[in-house]
């Protein structure tokens, strides 16, 4: 089994950055796919980014391409996320999400295999 909590949230200003973390226990992280997703005020689950076991590819939604950079240590047991540029339209609970393949959606979740209990990420001036 394994257990993501999510860290690095908060409140910044348009155009700003922030990093997240997911800190992983068990011995299996390495094996997964790992995934950021984020879910608006009133609306529902969207897929940010993938990457997979080994850290090599990364993929990205088309909202987030360019500006955001997932990123790993198998080491360490943390994934990471990396948001540049940030708009409001990025403000969202992002969740951190593991699965043995590259889904890269969430119209099933119950296809992911374990969540983070999530971090707010707020953009506003």
């Known amino acids: 089994e394994v257990q993501l909590v999510e860290s690095g949230g908060g409140l910044v200003q348009p155009g700003g950055s922030l990093r997240l973390s997911c800190a992983a226990s068990?011995?299996?992280?390495?094996?997964?796919?790992m995934n950021w997703v984020r879910q608006a005020p009133g609306k529902g689950l969207e897929w940010v980014s993938d990457?997979?076991?080994?850290?090599?590819?990364?993929m990205y939604a088309d909202s987030v391409k360019g500006l955001f950079t997932i990123s790993r240590d198998n080491a360490k047991n943390t994934l990471y996320l990396q948001m540049n540029n940030l708009k409001p339209e990025d403000t969202a609970q992002y969740y951190c999400?593991?699965?043995?393949?590259?889904?890269?959606?969430?119209?099933?979740?119950?296809?992911?295999?374990?969540w983070g209990q999530g971090t707010q990420v707020t953009v506003s001036s």
């Open positions: 990457i997979n076991s080994g850290g090599e590819i990364p």
């Open positions: 999400a593991a699965a043995p393949l590259p889904i890269c959606t969430v119209e099933v979740p119950q296809l992911y295999d374990y």
């Open positions: 068990g011995s299996t992280f390495s094996s997964y796919h």
